[in-house]
């Protein structure tokens, strides 16, 4: 039996084992509340404001999240982080930042991009026994203050059109009942030059005939906007791109102009032989072939299309083109990346060839049908080689009509804003050599059971310095 010294030995050895033990960590508190948060454009070009509401109690920090594609809040369909995602922390004690240009610039939304910002706020409590954060339950969306327009300069306004093809298609309004259409809403706005996509030489009543003989698609809208008082209109070339038989895909990207404003300054046969011109004759001038996947087939193959026009009235040459990049998009990541790959090769393939051409360095105008948006979690890839190849989306507008609406309408008889607040550009004009635009639009209505086509046409005010 123990003795009670050793006894009493054993106590005081367990009740200093208590007495020296780590106390259990605290609970970190959580941040005081946050009442509201807002983002707006400026005050500056390419710089965007945010303001915030908040008790500030319990917080060490406030932190603004953006990317450019919509993220989760909540919400187990979104990814976590939005593509391009940019962090800002904050002092407790501020209620606003500004994020300068530069800032705004690596979050992916430079003032030349026509991009916007995707962003959630937080408040964190950071100690040394953990984090707590308090979210903002919202994500939100702001626009970047605008760059100001060169005021000096001859003004040209520029469209960008795809009409889709004749191809006669279940369920879609024949060509012959839409051209009417498409050249009213043309005239509306009467752009000096436009950048058309699917205006192919196919029969213009969309059958698989032959077209001997027959006015193609390309031929009818000429005719049909004559026949509307736009006789002034032609386009620069009207002919295949390549010999009758050959495998290739669509050959619709055209360039059409007001010969009353402005000229062709180089030319654009549109024979390969010299012969007179008929619904056989090609030529492939003034085009880009642009590239493809090595496991895609010829008929996969299409190719973009450039002009060099004179405005008549001073002289000034500026350069054109048309591009309608590949349609596909995948569900599959990897795949979808692959495609977002492809077009970015493909404009890069158009901006090399102007590249060539324009020794001069003369204004640039490239515009068209990306097929891709900033939305998309793959990637906008061919929007960002040309913005940073120095092109400026005249979407950044300082006047900007109907931004928010997508620019494809799926014939649909109403259109609405995107629960995310922005809609999809895919159909762009921009511009190289010259900065700003003063106005930027849209084409559209909101209700309109009758629509030409299912893209919107995309218009743009700039000025030639």
């Given at each position: 039996m123990r003795s009670l010294s050793a006894a009493a030995a054993v106590l005081a050895t367990a009740a200093s084992s208590v007495l020296l033990a780590t106390p259990a960590r605290a609970a970190v508190a959580v941040p005081g509340t946050i009442s509201s948060v807002k983002a707006t454009p400026g005050p500056l070009a390419g710089q965007v404001t945010f303001t915030w509401s908040a008790s500030g109690t319990n917080t060490t920090s406030f932190q603004i999240e953006t990317g450019l594609t919509?993220?989760?809040?909540?919400?187990?369909?979104?990814?976590?982080?939005?593509?391009?995602?940019?962090?800002?922390?904050?002092?407790?004690?501020?209620?606003?930042?500004?994020?300068?240009?530069?800032?705004?610039?690596?979050?992916?939304?430079?003032?030349?991009?026509?991009?916007?910002?995707?962003?959630?706020?937080?408040?964190?409590?950071?100690?040394?026994?953990?984090?707590?954060?308090?979210?903002?339950?919202?994500?939100?969306?702001?626009?970047?203050?605008?760059?100001?327009?060169?005021?000096?300069?001859?003004?040209?306004?520029?469209?960008?059109?795809?009409v889709r093809t004749a191809t006669d298609t279940t369920g879609v309004r024949p060509w012959l009942q839409r051209v009417p259409g498409i050249a009213r809403t043309i005239l509306s706005r009467d752009p000096?030059?436009?950048?058309?996509?699917?205006?192919?030489?196919?029969?213009?009543?969309?059958?698989?005939?032959?077209?001997?003989?027959?006015?193609?698609?390309?031929d009818s809208l000429v005719e049909t906007l004559r026949a509307n008082g736009g006789g002034r209109y032609q386009l620069v070339r009207r002919t295949r791109f390549v010999a009758p038989g050959t495998p290739e895909a669509v050959q619709g990207a055209r360039i059409l102009y007001d010969t009353t404003r402005y000229s062709l300054a180089a030319p654009c046969p549109e024979t390969s032989d010299g012969k007179a011109v008929t619904n056989s004759s090609w030529s492939s001038s003034c085009t880009v072939l642009l590239p493809s996947l090595s496991t895609d087939g010829e008929w996969t193959r299409r190719r973009a299309s450039y002009a060099l026009l004179a405005d008549r009235a001073t002289g000034k040459r500026f350069w054109v083109a048309s591009a309608h990049l590949d349609q596909r998009h995948s569900t599959a990541a990897a795949t979808e990346r692959t495609y977002e790959v492809l077009r970015a090769n493909q404009v890069k393939t158009v901006m090399a060839r102007l590249a060539q051409l324009n020794t001069a360095g003369l204004p640039v105008v490239l515009a068209g049908d990306l097929n891709t948006y900033q939305n998309n979690q793959g990637g906008y890839d061919a929007h960002d080689a040309v913005v940073a190849a120095g092109y400026y989306d005249t979407a950044a507008a300082t006047v900007q009509v109907n931004r928010r609406y997508t620019t494809m309408n799926h014939f649909s008889c109403t259109l609405a804003v995107p629960a995310t607040g922005w809609g999809s550009r895919l159909d762009v004009v921009t511009v190289k050599g010259v900065w700003g635009a003063p106005r930027w639009e849209n084409v559209m209505a909101v209700t309109d059971c009758n629509r030409p086509s299912d893209h919107n046409m995309v218009v743009a005010d700039i000025r030639l310095p």
């Open positions: 919509t993220f989760k809040v909540g919400d187990p369909v979104l990814p976590d982080h939005g593509r391009g995602a940019t962090y800002v922390t904050v002092s407790p004690t501020r209620r606003s930042v500004t994020l300068t240009a530069a800032q705004v610039a690596s979050a992916g939304a430079r003032a030349s991009s026509g991009n916007h910002l995707y962003y959630r706020f937080k408040a964190v409590n950071r100690t040394s026994s953990g984090t707590s954060v308090r979210n903002w339950p919202y994500l939100q969306n702001v626009a970047v203050r605008p760059g100001t327009p060169s005021s000096a300069g001859t003004l040209l306004r520029v469209a960008s059109y795809n000096g030059v436009i950048a058309l996509q699917e205006l192919g030489v196919n029969r213009a009543d969309g059958t698989s005939a032959s077209t001997t003989g027959a006015v193609t698609q390309a």
